[in-house]
């Protein structure tokens, strides 16, 4: 491998404190690995619990977080070598392959899985080295207002969404209800308008709502303003107009909040189905009984296994899924400051942190 110079990320060291810029050497990727040159990183929920929530990461820490990645490969072990030169997204997720969990069609719990930014150094960085395996490619031309950064939330805000509505099996027939219409809930909306679902989106921030109006949601309501009786009325009233005759709704937990998992439960009706995609470290206290009562189904969902990356990519390459109201650019620079404003949701779209390649940063702190 030729040397890459100026390589470095931010690392965190110890959850509370703000990231550490870090210049590292790449070491030669093995058989089976790449070195990709970040294009982009998706800053998610995830990266927040971990650096602020006190939520382990696997790896010990310091660890650079970070694993919503795009970018180009620009070193390929022997096993890889037809990646090099090519763009990629890489799985949010990376199973093994061969394990029980893969064997038996769920990779998604694969023991063995490395995570970047949880299980190795993620992509808050220029570079990055991971499995080639999973790998996801990307046309070299792509459409007007896209660009390969911009991708990079496929790995984790399209294709987690996109994977819980493929196991919920959603269809024409359906009505699918989003509990929280943010980043992942937003697209979520979208993947199941362009199934051809009637699709309801439910949070309490206006803008959200009215941004799922624009891409999908044919009927949205401000959880805010709007009791839970009333919200279950009208989603119910709703699904009665469309026409649609799915057997129960489709409900889908987004917004990651203890008030977003009860609202979303309770909406649960005879033969619903509940997909649990937003995630909290906080309890919520909930019926399980009504699971009994409405022969419903609660089903988690972690991460998308590798192989549906590419039609989850071809809805947003054909148009069908708009990424550019959700998504918002910085610098790989700002990357400690951008953490604690996501945190206090001073940023309201998805940041994508996207790196210079010359080792500025790097080059800057060292001397300081």
Avoid at 21 to 45: K, T
Wanted: net charge neutral.
């Amino acid at each position: 491998m030729s040397t890459i110079q100026g390589a470095y990320g931010y690392r965190l060291l110890s959850s509370g404190q703000p990231l550490e810029v870090h210049a590292f050497q790449l070491r030669e990727p093995a058989a089976d690995e790449v070195v990709i040159e970040v294009a982009g990183c998706g800053v998610c929920h995830t990266d927040l619990g971990f650096a602020f929530d006190g939520i382990p990461t696997r790896h010990p820490l310091p660890l650079v977080l970070g694993h919503e990645i795009a970018g180009r490969v620009v070193a390929a072990g022997q096993q890889a070598a037809g990646w090099l030169g090519r763009s990629v997204i890489v799985p949010a997720v990376i199973p093994c392959g061969a394990c029980p969990a893969c064997a038996a069609g769920r990779p998604t719990i694969c023991r063995q899985q490395f995570m970047p930014g949880n299980d190795g150094d993620g992509g808050f960085a220029t570079h990055v080295r991971v499995p080639s395996r999973g790998l996801c490619p990307v046309p070299e031309k792509l459409p007007a207002g896209l660009s390969l950064a911009m991708l990079s939330v496929v790995a984790d805000a399209v294709t987690t969404p996109y994977e819980a509505i493929r196991r919920a099996r959603l269809g024409p027939e359906d009505v699918a209800v989003f509990v929280g219409a943010g980043g992942v809930g937003g697209f979520g909306v979208q993947i199941a308008a362009a199934l051809g679902a009637a699709v309801v989106a439910i949070d309490i921030d206006r803008d959200r709502l009215d941004l799922a109006a624009q891409h999908g949601a044919s009927l949205v309501l401000d959880a805010g303003s709007t009791d839970p009786k009333a919200l279950k009325a009208a989603v119910r009233s709703f699904a009665k107009e469309s026409g649609r005759r799915g057997i129960g709704l489709k409900i889908f937990e987004t917004s990651g909040t203890p008030a977003g998992q009860a609202t979303a439960f309770g909406m649960l009706d005879h033969g619903g189905y509940l997909g649990v995609v937003g995630f909290t470290s906080k309890p919520v206290e909930l019926r399980l009984s009504n699971l009994m009562a409405f022969d419903a189904t609660a089903q988690g969902n972690w991460g998308c296994p590798p192989e549906y990356y590419p039609a989850a990519l071809a809805l947003v390459l054909d148009g069908r899924i708009t990424l550019g109201p959700y998504v918002e650019p910085h610098a790989l620079e700002e990357a400690p400051a951008i953490l604690e404003a996501v945190a206090k949701h001073a940023i309201r779209r998805r940041v994508i942190l996207t790196p210079y390649t010359d080792g500025r940063a790097a080059n800057e702190e060292a001397r300081r």
